[in-house]
């Protein structure tokens, strides 16, 4: 509660402040705050936007627009108590279907494999590079045409036959860990009986 840690601060360290939204403080939310404070004996003082300070003065009738807020709130607060209320909640299928969009939408970063290879300066550099542009290939080449975040420019031959290389070994290494998975959950079972 905002009160209590308003009031816990200038306990604690003579004094608080906090912000508003508007600069004129009868037409913001802080004013509900500051009389509040003043109603329980704490000294309030307003800060002008010229810098000075203005002693807070009560007033007798709080505005419509506090009034109307405190009763939305309210309103709410006790529709969640009851359970009729509920936060909106989002399903994966929205989620993902905004992702999608999102992805298709955004501006694809263009890469130039070519050039990256030109840039290796010895044969060392090449390798590194050429390993890397064949990774980069192959997980481009994973994604459905259009989500990834990248496009790939300027790939020469090899490193695209490289790249299928590299999918198929890791696809057949996939494959074997599921079969050795699968005969060694069924070699329990026959252990258990």
């Not at 306990?11 to 329980?40: C, M, N, S, V, Y």
């Not at 002693?55 to 709080?62: A, T």
Request: a neutral charge; hydrophobic letters at 40%.
């Amino acid at each position: 509660h905002i009160l209590v840690e308003l009031v816990w601060q200038a306990k604690h360290w003579g004094r608080t402040a906090f912000l508003g939204q508007e600069e004129d403080w009868t037409a913001d939310g802080r004013l509900a705050i500051a009389e509040e404070l003043a109603k329980h004996g704490h000294q309030v003082f307003h800060i002008t936007a010229e810098g000075g300070c203005e002693s807070h003065v009560r007033v007798k009738e709080m505005p419509d627009f506090l009034v109307q807020e405190e009763a939305r709130l309210r309103k709410i607060h006790a529709q969640r108590k009851a359970g009729e209320l509920h936060r909106p909640e989002k399903s994966a299928v929205d989620r993902s279907t905004e992702a999608v969009a999102r992805a298709l939408a955004t501006e694809k970063v263009q890469f130039d494999v070519s050039a990256e290879l030109k840039d290796a300066e010895n044969q060392d550099a090449l390798v590194r590079a050429q390993k890397r542009m064949v990774r980069l290939q192959m997980a481009v080449s994973k994604k459905e045409p259009g989500l990834s975040k990248k496009t790939l420019v300027a790939v020469p031959a090899h490193v695209a036959r490289e790249a299928e290389k590299l999918r198929e070994r890791v696809e057949a290494k996939k494959a074997e860990q599921m079969k050795a998975k699968e005969d060694g959950s069924s070699g329990l079972t026959g252990k258990e009986e």
